[in-house]
């Protein structure tokens, strides 16, 4: 092949490269090669167990699997190539009482989608797969629509397809080297020729970490050995056996010739060629079999399915998958412009192809997707996972607690404590109970807050579960009196420069060009009027602005917008968060907490609401920003990181006398649920308006300054919004919701719950949901499903607690 160009280049041939060709030639991109270093299928896609399961841990997720089934139904007929797809359903078991509650979980779940999940007996699901031993089995899950497909099978259909529609498929062609300029991909080279692209898609599996370091873009996959055997045939085994699943024996299973497929996630995973290449020559190989740690779950499986005992085995699969340190897919668009991921599926790329093409494409073609992909999107990575013993730590875990129940609140605990700062050793002496989020140590809650009287708040059921009373101590305490709070985890961002305000004009819904010292609460929107991000801006100076946002929005807050900055090299945004503390103090009693230690003018006149100002406390200079997520007055004071410490000593020294406890993350969360405000990645996300979340008084469409999204916010008031955020209360106060429960008016599922929590001050279960306008109205009954069952819901105004604002403005 001589040199040549085309308008994008695929790098894997697997079963993700040939669904992102197909998609991209599907929204009329021709010019397109796919390129592989040997042939389709060669990698981890070949030896994939190919069982197809729609219902996930997230919205976006579930709706991915639920397109890659319509996929699968209709390309047999669209390409020629048969898929193989076998519309079986799925059966999950469950064996205790624990998964029972799961189960009635994933059923309500799926109402929400439509899909026609139910719950069925022991001996219910006996007749749907006959084999397996119901002894200790309490029912199950069915999923008709659920089933199994070939992988090489459905590769090669959509790689028809693709070529049908222009693409060129380029194998035994790899991949030596990516062309990089001013962080601007221009091209790729290959021992066949160099090829000139601006768009290039890593789509290598578990070669996918090699492939991004020619671009300088760490792709954190850790290949992971998985293995399943299959036996011949057995009797009594049926083509239409749906798949099936027992989490609770950490195994699976499908029908594969009139025998059977059964593998599973065992707790010793063995993670390969971590922090070595892969061999050039792993090209269609598997692994060396590996009985020994296979037998956990052999005990599994053929005590579930007895006939196994007797059944002859043809082969043990043993090949690497490429896993992530969360579990989640990587894709979208990396930190060098055009230069985009979709790689680490986590042994389910076969169910996720379909829908993992289509975002690919959406996300190149539109510059955004469809669906809210934040939870699967590169730029969640931090720095930290350079390191490849902290990402591979991580997966590992992640591998081997695969089909563990995870309560709300569960910590993961691998590779920590990684970043913290300077108040962490003062914290844990307080009795800091802490949590983690993207690598920082945060102080959830305090044991020495704990009160034995609070224990009837205790929610019911799993919320229950990684709970203490000293939630609603620091909660109540923050509403009565004060809470002290690090959150020094919070990210924060400098933009500066001559062009910094007409950046952030053109990103920023509402009016940030205002005078030096005010705070700006404002969303930046996409194209289609969605929240890419929920923050505040601070004007520091007629050329400089702080921005800070949630702990784990910080890499995708940055990376949106070092997207946008101009070429000229007028703006420079900087991610300052390890440079700076952030303690914040809340509560009727802060103003006199604070002026213990603070002699600066901090009355209401002098230091108004979303003001900032330099102050000094306790000899500490800091920045004050007087804005609140709890609801009460309060400031936040950033330090330089090393006076953290101190300020915090001062502050909970000056409080005693006026009562002030050391509060943490948990309550934060209950606090801001009484008030209101919202939570980016569910309350609001890319798929809504501000309109639509309540979040209109932030937005200035008459602003001199134009803005993304605004034409399509401009749309949206003329027509009428679609959907309303509304705020629930429930009949049981206890009743916990944790997101994604279906809500029903009458009869009908009309929406799903966003987030909830209880409200401490209130005394009830507080809930958000998107509901029709039509529904929308302060009064309207509802009923939320809790693990199965329908507690009555009221729609109420907001906020609940103070909705006059005056505590905020005192």
Same mark, same amino acid.
């Given at each position: ?37 040997? #042939? ?228 010793? /995973? ?49 090949? /690497? ?75 590992? #875990? ?12 569960? #910590? ?37 807050? #704990? ?185 936040e004071l950033y330090p330089d990181m090393v006076d953290a410490l101190p300020l915090w000593d001062a502050l909970l020294g000056a409080g005693r ?154």
């Amino acid at each position: 092949m001589a040199d040549s160009q085309a308008r994008a280049v695929i790098i894997g041939g697997g079963v993700a490269g040939a669904s992102v060709a197909y998609h991209l030639t599907q929204l009329g991109w021709s010019d397109i090669i796919l390129a592989d270093r040997a #042939e389709l299928t060669s990698g981890s896609t070949f030896h994939s167990a190919g069982l197809v399961g729609q219902l996930r841990s997230s919205v976006t997720l579930t709706r991915m699997m639920m397109y890659g089934v319509e996929l699968y139904r209709r390309l047999a007929e669209e390409t020629g190539a048969d898929p193989g797809w076998h519309e079986a359903g799925s059966l999950r078991l469950a064996s205790s009482a624990e998964r029972i509650q799961e189960l009635r979980r994933l059923s309500g779940w799926g109402k929400t989608f439509g899909l026609p999940l139910e719950i069925v007996s022991t001996s219910e699901a006996l007749e749907l797969f006959p084999l397996f031993d119901p002894t200790g089995v309490e029912g199950a899950a069915y999923l008709p629509t659920d089933g199994w497909l070939d992988p090489s099978g459905l590769t090669m259909a959509l790689a028809a397809g693709a070529r049908r529609r222009g693409a060129r498929i380029l194998t035994r062609t790899p991949v030596t080297g990516i062309h990089v300029n001013r962080g601007r991909v221009e091209g790729v080279e290959t021992d066949q020729g160099d090829i000139q692209t601006e768009i290039v898609v890593n789509a290598g599996g578990m070669f996918a970490n090699e492939i991004g370091r020619m671009a300088g873009v760490e792709v954190p996959v850790v290949p992971m050995s998985h293995q399943y055997l299959i036996t011949k045939p057995i009797d009594g085994v049926r083509p239409d056996f749906p798949t099936m699943r027992d989490p609770d024996r950490l195994v699976y299973f499908r029908e594969d010739a009139g025998g059977l497929v059964a593998g599973g996630y065992e707790r010793d /995973p063995a993670p390969w060629h971590v922090d070595t290449p892969i061999p050039q020559d792993f090209n269609h190989k598997l692994l060396a079999e590996d009985w020994e740690r296979f037998e956990p779950l052999a005990r599994g499986a053929f005590g579930l399915v007895p006939s196994l005992n007797d059944a002859e085995i043809v082969k043990m699969v043993n090949g /690497p998958e490429a896993f992530t340190p969360d579990g989640e897919f990587i894709l979208g668009e990396s930190e060098v412009r055009g230069f985009f991921v979709a790689a680490g599926f986590c042994a389910h790329g076969i169910a996720g192809a379909g829908g993992v093409g289509k975002v690919m494409a959406e996300w190149i073609v539109d510059g955004e997707p469809e669906f809210d992909v934040w939870r699967m999107d590169i730029r969640r990575f931090g720095a930290q996972y350079r390191d490849r013993e902290y990402a591979k730590v991580r997966a590992v #875990e992640i591998y081997s607690t695969y089909y563990d129940i995870h309560y709300p609140g569960e #910590e993961r605990q691998a590779g920590r404590p990684l970043k913290t700062g300077t108040t962490y050793d003062r914290l844990g002496e307080l009795g800091a109970e802490f949590g983690e989020k993207s690598g920082w140590e945060r102080a959830n809650w305090f044991r020495s807050n #704990e009160d034995e009287r609070l224990e009837a708040l205790r929610p019911r059921g799993w919320s229950g579960q990684h709970w203490s009373t000293a939630i609603p101590a620091e909660h109540l305490a923050t509403r009565e009196r004060a809470g002290l709070f690090d959150e020094t985890s919070f990210a924060k961002i400098e933009v500066r420069g001559p062009g910094a305000c007409d950046l952030l004009q053109h990103l920023c819904a509402n009016d940030v060009d205002r005078a030096a010292g005010a705070v700006v609460y404002t969303q930046m929107l996409n194209r289609r009027g969605g929240i890419e991000s929920d923050v505040t801006v601070t004007r520091l100076a007629e050329d400089r602005f702080r921005i800070v946002t949630g702990t784990a929005f910080g890499n995708h807050d940055l990376g949106w917008i070092r997207k946008h900055l101009p070429d000229d090299g007028s703006v420079v945004a900087e991610d300052v968060t390890a440079k700076l503390g952030c303690i914040g103090l809340w509560g009727p009693r802060a103003r006199d907490i604070l002026s213990v230690v603070c002699d600066d003018d901090l009355s209401n006149e002098g230091f108004p609401y979303m003001a900032a100002r330099n102050v000094t406390a306790a000899g500490v200079s800091c920045l004050a920003l007087r804005v609140t997520y709890v609801g009460e007055l309060g400031w936040e004071l950033y330090p330089d990181m090393v006076d953290a410490l101190p300020l915090w000593d001062a502050l909970l020294g000056a409080g005693r006398d006026h009562g002030v406890v050391p509060a943490g993350y948990r309550a934060i969360d209950s606090l801001r649920l009484e008030k209101g405000y919202r939570t980016w990645g569910a309350d609001i996300t890319p798929e809504e308006t501000p309109f639509e979340a309540g979040l209109g008084f932030a937005v200035r469409l008459n602003k001199d300054a134009d803005f993304i999204g605004r034409e399509a916010l401009e749309r949206r008031r003329a027509e009428g919004v679609r959907q309303k955020l509304c705020c629930l209360t429930l009949a049981d106060p206890r009743a916990a919701t944790l997101g994604n429960e279906p809500v029903r008016f009458g009869d009908d599922v009309v929406s799903r719950i966003t987030t909830g929590g209880i409200g401490y001050s209130v005394g009830t279960s507080v809930a958000f949901a998107y509901l029709p306008p039509a529904l929308a109205e302060v009064g309207t009954q509802l009923s939320v499903e809790v693990f199965g069952d329908w507690v009555e819901a009221e729609i109420a105004a907001e906020p609940l607690w103070d909705p006059s604002g005056a505590r905020i403005r005192s």
